[in-house]
């Protein structure tokens, strides 16, 4: 994971509808992705996400500022082609065609030889877990299925770069799973992954650097673990009580890293909030029965993206 094979400079959408009215999609956006990397473009429907993906796969066409795949220019269509697959958000397989065609057709078209273009479907199809489908039509792919034969059919000739458009929408979890550890198998392969979703979870699971986006801007770019650090007050433990008394809160606060124990009251119940994560869910135990408190629960809050999210925009991640 060393250099930049994706570099974006002030790279620019602005969709003219008719002649005074145009949608700002992506506002001068700069960054760049390392080789060998998952890379998460993270944000709500209408961020700009897939029109950014878009610019530089070549399918939109640029408005100003630039991007640059291996070194080439996004402006250069027909080069970058080579370098790029893309699996788009909605189902783009020949539904006229079998599996194992839609994949020998793909690779033909991009002039992959007879005898390497069948070597290759032979092993995407295993291992995308199709081999016992490969004669079948399209026509009665599940969602999950369809995924995983776009993603083999993308790979046929070999991209540097895998671009996957908000690839688990509307899967269910158990397809969902299956499909991040397919990304992270091609990953481990070394193949370079930009992926863009809108689901928190996926893009803190997957990837290793994650852009959050939000109307055609970047709001922070970092991993995942750096960005929930930016959230204030970070993880915390709840320690749900009967009553409290001075000598456990003086035992907290000792513990506490901030030294700042928060207290709420509930209906029947005192919650005392105290900044750490599990690793000192020991130590509250411990004082909490010197004091000889009355527990009734811990909980662990783990700071999310979502939070990160609430905390850069005022709003949340899903609609
Ligand atoms: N072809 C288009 N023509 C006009 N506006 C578009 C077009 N494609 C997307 N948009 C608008 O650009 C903004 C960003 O959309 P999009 O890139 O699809 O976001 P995302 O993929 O993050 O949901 C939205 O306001 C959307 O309505
Ligand atoms: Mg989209």
């Known amino acids: 994971m060393e250099k930049p094979v994706i570099q974006i400079e002030s790279l620019t959408k602005v969709y003219s509808l008719d002649s005074h009215r145009r949608v700002d999609a992506v506002k001068g956006i700069s960054f760049s992705v390392k080789q060998g990397e998952i890379f998460g473009l993270l944000g709500p429907n209408g961020a700009g996400k897939t029109t950014t993906i878009g610019m530089l796969t070549t399918r939109v066409r640029v408005t100003s500022g630039d991007g640059f795949i291996a070194g080439i220019s996004i402006r250069d269509e027909v080069a970058v082609k080579r370098l790029i697959a893309v699996v788009p958000q909605q189902n783009n397989l020949d539904r006229s065609l079998t599996v194992r065609e839609n994949l020998i057709f793909h690779a033909k078209y991009f002039g992959v030889p007879k005898q390497e273009r069948e070597q290759k479907a032979d092993e995407l199809l295993e291992m995308m877990g199709l081999k016992q489908r490969q004669d079948d039509y399209v026509r009665a792919f599940s969602g999950g299925m369809a995924q995983r034969l776009m993603i083999a059919r993308s790979l046929m000739h070999e991209p540097k770069i895998l671009f996957l458009d908000e690839a688990t929408t509307g899967l269910d979890p158990q397809s969902r799973r299956l499909l991040w550890d397919k990304v992270n198998e091609l990953n481990a392969g070394g193949q370079t992954i930009f992926l863009t979703t809108h689901y928190m979870d996926e893009a803190d699971e997957l990837?290793?650097?994650?852009?959050?986006?939000?109307?055609?801007?970047?709001?922070?770019?970092?991993?995942?673990?750096?960005?929930?650090?930016?959230?204030?007050?970070?993880?915390?433990?709840?320690?749900?009580?009967?009553?409290?008394?001075?000598?456990?809160?003086?035992?907290?606060?000792?513990?506490?890293?901030?030294?700042?124990?928060?207290?709420?009251?509930?209906?029947?119940?005192?919650?005392?909030?105290?900044?750490?994560?599990?690793?000192?869910?020991?130590?509250?135990?411990?004082?909490?029965?010197?004091?000889?408190?009355?527990?009734?629960?811990?909980?662990?809050?783990?700071?999310?993206?979502?939070?990160?999210?609430?905390?850069?925009?005022?709003?949340?991640?899903?609609?």
Not at 210 to 225: E, N, R, S, V
């Open 207 to 319: 990837c290793h650097c994650i852009a959050i986006m939000d109307h055609g801007k970047i709001l922070a770019m970092d991993t995942p673990g750096n960005l929930k650090k930016m959230v204030p007050g970070g993880n915390r433990i709840e320690l749900e009580l009967k009553d409290v008394s001075d000598a456990l809160i003086d035992g907290l606060q000792k513990l506490d890293r901030a030294g700042e124990v928060n207290r709420r009251d509930e209906p029947d119940k005192v919650v005392l909030s105290i900044h750490g994560d599990q690793t000192m869910m020991a130590g509250i135990m411990r004082v909490a029965q010197q004091a000889q408190a009355d527990v009734l629960g811990v909980k662990l809050h783990q700071v999310t993206l979502e939070d990160l999210f609430i905390h850069l925009t005022g709003r949340r991640l899903r609609d």
